[in-house]
Each structure stands twice: as C-alpha cells, then as structure tokens.
C-alpha cells in the first residue's frame, strides 16, 4: 500500500460498481478524511465513520450508489486561477457534472468553491 488515499478511492468505486452498502477501508490518513468530508457534503457518500481513535486506522464508508467513478489524480497538478475550465475538460466527463477536489491555501474545497474565491491550488481528486 503506497498511496492511501488511492488505494481508497478505489475501493469506494469498486464497491460502487458491486452495489454494496457500505466498503471497508484498511488504512485512513487526514487527507483522506478531508476528502471524504467534501465528497458527503457534495453527496457522493453518505457518512464516514473511523473504526477505532487512531487517525490511520480503518475506516466504514456508507455508500449513496451515487459515485460512478472516483479516483485519486497523479502527479498532483497546479492550478492556477484562470485555468479551471482546462482541468475541468481534462477530467471531468461534461461541464457541471463532478468535481474535483483542491488543495488550496484556504484548505481543501471542490473546484467550484475555488473558482468563486478565485485561487488556484492542487488537484488531489475527482468524483462524479
């Protein structure tokens, strides 16, 4: 397991595709908590809950059925503030469908939310 944050994007889309309720992930990390915190206020999952206190230990993700493809985004491009609509065509299947998740200066948000405040940052995920 090198990249967690991969590693458990890909076992909510495989769950997804399986039609299962809820996945398992075998190693969190602080990041991975921050983006599923985007994808359940963006409605993508339902809930995320930590199996025990530690912030790298498992973790149960409740499923909508709602994500048809989600996944970590290597190298971890930078986006600069008029640039949006180029990374947008580039990962994204059509215009306002998905997001993509952000690290910025202001802390992790979706593409849209960096767009109003008109910063720029790095690509870390998307879903949609």
Known sequence: MVDTLADALNTIFVSETKGRATCQIAKGSKLLRQVLEIFKSEGYIEEYMANDDGLSGAMTVKLLGKVNKCKAIKPRFSVKV????KWEGRFLPARDLGILVVST????????????????????ALAY
């Open 82 to 85: 008029g640039e949006w609509e």
């Open 105 to 124: 200066s202001s802390g992790m948000m979706t593409h849209k939310k960096a767009k109003e405040l008109k910063i720029g940052g790095r690509l870390i």
